[in-house]
Nanobody, 124 residues
Framework: QVQLVESGGGLVQAGGSLRLSCAAS????????MGWFRQLPGKDREFVAA????????GYADSVKGRFTISRDNAKNTVYLQMNSLKPEDTAVYYC?????????????????WGQGTQVTVSS
């Protein structure tokens, strides 16, 4: 089993930065792909970014390209999402997700394990 715990959310002004962390524990070798999604109340969960072992280029949603960076520290079993130039429309609950197969996927149904989520609020 793999468990994911997110941290780093909070309130920030537009143009500011936040870094989200996702600490994985358990059988972390079984989840080669890690990603971030976000969700607003009443809306579908939306892909943000993902990275996988052996893949040179992470995948990003068009809405965050050039502003967000996903990285993975395998020694710490932690995935990060560095968010710069934040906009009010980035406000959402951000979820970390893990996938037992290798490959960046944008469909949340293809991910097997989810964290509890962390709130990010960007004020204008």
């Amino acid at each position: 089993q793999v468990q994911l715990v997110e941290s780093g959310g909070g309130l920030v002004q537009a143009g500011g930065s936040l870094r989200l962390s996702c600490a994985a524990s358990g059988r972390t070798f079984s989840v080669p792909t890690m990603g971030w999604f976000r969700q607003l109340p009443g809306k579908d969960r939306e892909f943000v970014a993902a990275t996988a072992w052996g893949i040179a280029s992470p995948g990003y949603a068009d809405s965050v390209k050039g502003r967000f960076t996903i990285s993975r520290d395998n020694a710490k079993n932690t995935v990060y999402l560095q968010m710069n130039s934040l906009k009010p429309e980035d406000t959402a609950v951000y979820y970390c997700a893990a996938r037992r197969t290798t490959g960046v996927a944008t469909n949340p149904s293809l991910y097997d394990v989810w964290g509890q989520g962390t709130q990010v609020t960007v004020s204008s």
